[in-house]
């Protein structure tokens, strides 16, 4: 129930389906609360450094992470947030020329809790190409790196 | 077969993930990409074939060119499992799972009055 489902759609698109154990309203407030956001979003990929801002029509959330001793910066831009089901918004990121993502996520309630439907669009083919296929090869040349120094200590 | 396995199989060699990441860039033939590898014609080809094998690339006909394209939909569900970009977003879904475990109850979710 909680496996994360990733599809291409279209040129530019992809759409993240994922369900929740609770409700969209309980969700709702898990991603857009500055305070529990600095809970979940953060990982063994990127451990989150700070997140300041507010989730508000027009207003902005500053992360920034730790990726392997360099800060990584993301700027999030809210278009529309129709509680508790709909939110629009920009993911632009400095590091990378200011590339922008448009994301739509929309809680919709189910039997058992939530199911969220993102949907990312990147901003051109190219760049969803390179953040997946390249992302995915670049990752596993690191695994196989892991392993070999594994192997040979 | 186009399964996870297989698809994993294909991956594990550095020349084809290079292809990947070539393709990524856009279509290309054959004679185009072997330039960059200094390998032979026969040599792409073989690795071209596993990849096609494993659902990743298709070819496309277009008079007597056969250019090589990424099958998106394949390096989608495949970047789900070993991508940064997604299985970042499914660490953090995970941990998300934890936050609304811990999370009370809202006053719309009371059963009782």
């Known amino acids: 129930m909680t496996k994360l489902i990733a599809k291409a759609e279209g040129d530019r698109d992809v759409v993240v389906t994922r369900r929740f154990a609770a409700p969209p309203e309980k969700v709702w407030k898990a991603i857009t609360d500055t305070a529990l956001m600095r809970q979940w979003m953060t990982s063994d990929f990127g451990a989150l450094k700070s997140l300041t801002g507010e989730a508000v029509v027009g207003g902005q959330h500053h992360f920034t992470w730790d990726n392997e001793g360099t800060d990584m910066n993301m700027i999030a831009t809210y278009d529309l947030l129709e509680a508790p089901t709909l939110i629009r918004h920009r993911e632009s990121w400095p590091e990378y020329g200011y590339m922008e993502n448009h994301i739509e996520t929309r809680l919709i309630a189910v039997e058992d809790g939530t199911e969220m439907h993102m949907v990312i669009t990147f901003a051109n083919a190219e760049a969803r190409d390179q953040t997946l296929a390249v992302g995915m090869t670049e990752g596993m040349e690191a695994t196989y790196a892991n392993l070999d120094k594994l192997l040979a200590g | ?113």
């Open chain 2, 1 to 113: 077969m186009d399964t996870l396995d297989t698809r994993l199989a294909a991956l594990a060699d550095p020349t084809r993930r290079a292809l990947i990441q070539r393709l990524a860039q856009g279509e290309a033939t054959v004679a185009e990409l072997c330039q960059p590898f200094g390998i032979s014609q026969p040599a792409i080809s073989r690795h071209l074939k596993v990849l096609e094998q494993a659902g990743l690339i298709e070819t496309r006909i277009e008079g007597t060119a056969r250019p090589r394209r990424l099958r998106h939909q394949a390096i989608a569900e495949t970047a789900a499992w070993f991508g940064p970009f997604l299985a970042t977003l499914d660490a953090r879904f995970r941990a998300l799972d934890q936050v609304l475990a811990a999370m009370p109850d809202l006053p719309t979710e009371r059963k009782d009055p």
